[in-house]
């Protein structure tokens, strides 16, 4: 009796991509024959405003493995592969760009760790042709900051193109976030990882669909959502400047009625009052983010806990 073939899901969001999704198909279709699993392949189209969709009709008319989202604007890449993880029916799926920069044959490497038990398999980019200084720079700054202060680590230079157990896809589904990083979400929760390293290509057609104003306004949302330390921060200024006025102000009291060895205008006086002040006023605005930080944990949503398996008694 032969053994029934794994079902693999294939993510692909797709955005102003018109000429790369004849491309990209051909060698996902070339790739596929004789993989040894059954596969499925959803496209999102994200509000593109070229004629990406017709080319997906096209292919879906032709293929049934093709299945076809197509939004009614552009929500952003992180809610389209969220939309395929949660469309994804396969023993595992496989998010990938439809800009043809994450190399189709690493795929069978991904597969490999996956079938020796990683439940997540993460590619990451060791160079990419025609990445510009900004972005590398940008790109190394904000992994050592959302590093320094969030509670879930960031593999630096990994990319959305990962392989996910079905284990992890029904929990990823349980996220409730509006602004969201994927990849982000995945590495909180858990699991055993895996890492594939691939050099990325250069985008065969158009232009990238992140722009810098995009990619700054996704590395805030990422460190609001991993992070509750920007809240903390007028807290932990407020203390600095009570601390360090509070002495100051010791040492002119001191020395006013004491040892009168320097000057000190009513100006200065007035003014180290004020920092005073000012830094219990932040010290109070600390604690009322101490407050807002539990509500933005509730309203997250997420779960207290992840259960990989669990074996429970008869009867129980």
């Excluded at 279709?29 to 593109?48: A, P």
């Excluded at 972005?135 to 590093?147: L, P, Q, R």
Aim: net charge positive; aromatic share 12%.
């Amino acid at each position: 009796m032969t053994e029934a073939r794994k079902n693999i899901s294939l993510i692909v969001p797709v955005y102003n991509e018109e000429k790369n999704i004849p491309v990209l198909y051909g060698k996902i279709k070339d790739f596929v024959v004789g993989s040894g699993y059954d596969w499925e392949f959803i496209f999102i189209n994200d509000g593109s405003a070229d004629k990406s969709i017709l080319e997906l009709e096209k292919i879906s008319q032709a293929d049934p493995r093709v299945a076809v989202i197509d939004f009614s604007r552009n929500f952003g890449k992180e809610i389209a592969v969220t939309a395929g993880i949660n469309r994804a029916k396969g023993e595992a799926c496989i998010m990938i760009d439809a800009d043809l920069q994450h190399p189709i044959e690493k795929i069978s490497e991904f597969l490999d760790k996956w079938e020796k038990g990683a439940e997540v398999v993460i590619g990451v980019r060791q160079s990419n042709k025609g990445e510009g200084l900004v972005k590398k720079f940008g790109s190394y700054f904000f992994y050592k900051i959302i590093n320094s202060i969030s509670d879930t680590k960031i593999v630096p230079q990994a990319t959305d193109y990962r392989l996910l157990d079905r284990v992890v896809i029904d929990e990823f589904n349980k996220l409730t976030e509006k602004n969201r990083m994927t990849r982000a979400l995945i590495d909180w929760l858990g699991f055993r990882r895996e890492f594939v390293y691939f050099n990325a290509n250069e985008r065969l057609h158009g232009v990238p669909s992140y722009s810098f104003f995009k990619l700054v306004r996704l590395a805030f949302n990422s460190m609001v959502s991993l992070s509750l330390f920007p809240l903390r921060v007028a807290g932990y200024l407020g203390i600095f400047i009570t601390i360090a006025s509070g002495l100051l102000g010791i040492f002119i009291m001191i020395n006013r009625y004491f040892t009168q060895q320097f000057y000190f205008s009513g100006t200065a006086i007035l003014a180290v009052i004020i920092l005073f002040l000012i830094g219990i006023v932040l010290i109070c605005l600390g604690l009322i983010a101490l407050y807002i930080a539990n509500i933005h944990a509730e309203v997250n949503n997420r779960p207290m806990y992840v259960i990989r398996k669990a074996k429970i008694k008869k009867g129980e």
